[in-house]
């Protein structure tokens, strides 16, 4: 697989949006009530057209063969309990034509990269505490549950949990 990942431009915009449509049907159909995901899915195409721009900084396509497969963003915690040795991964969505086939792993090594370049110990992620694939994804690549959470409305009060990853071990 040829796998490239670079940032984001304006173009970029419906192809990411399309990404990030599939990927929550797929990932959260069980977990999150289909009318919620129905209705986010019906804002993406605007939202990631305000989003990128030409001056963006931190969110990235993922690229087969130039056609986009997946996106992230790698950026500063949003968190104010964590300091400056931290970074986030803000989001991380394949399409699911791509689960499973090691471009995740690639992705997050990626991750990590940019977050040394910027002299980070730490990465942080954000997932729903249901969702047990990404959760089984994290561990693999060496993220643990700090024991932070919080409740976000997903047409359904929906618990999510913090992990962190040590990036010097």
Known sequence: MNITIRLASPPDAPEMAEVLMRSWEEAYGDIIPEDFIR???????????????????????????????????????????????????RYLYLHPD???????????????DKARQFDRQYMSVWLFAENKNAADFYIKCGFA?????????????????????NLLE
């Open 39 to 89: 209705q986010k899915n019906a804002a993406r195409p605007e939202q990631f057209r305000q989003a990128i721009t030409d001056g963006n900084e931190d969110e990235y396509v993922i690229q087969e063969s130039g056609r986009i497969i997946g996106i992230m963003k790698v950026a500063p915690p949003l968190d104010d309990d964590l300091g400056g040795d931290y970074y986030e991964l």
């Open 145 to 165: 549950p700090d024991g932070k959470t919080q409740t976000k409305d997903c047409g359904r009060p929906m618990e999510c949990i913090r992990m962190i990853k």
């Open 98 to 112: 791509y689960f499973r086939r090691g471009v995740g792993k690639r992705a997050m090594a990626f991750a990590f």
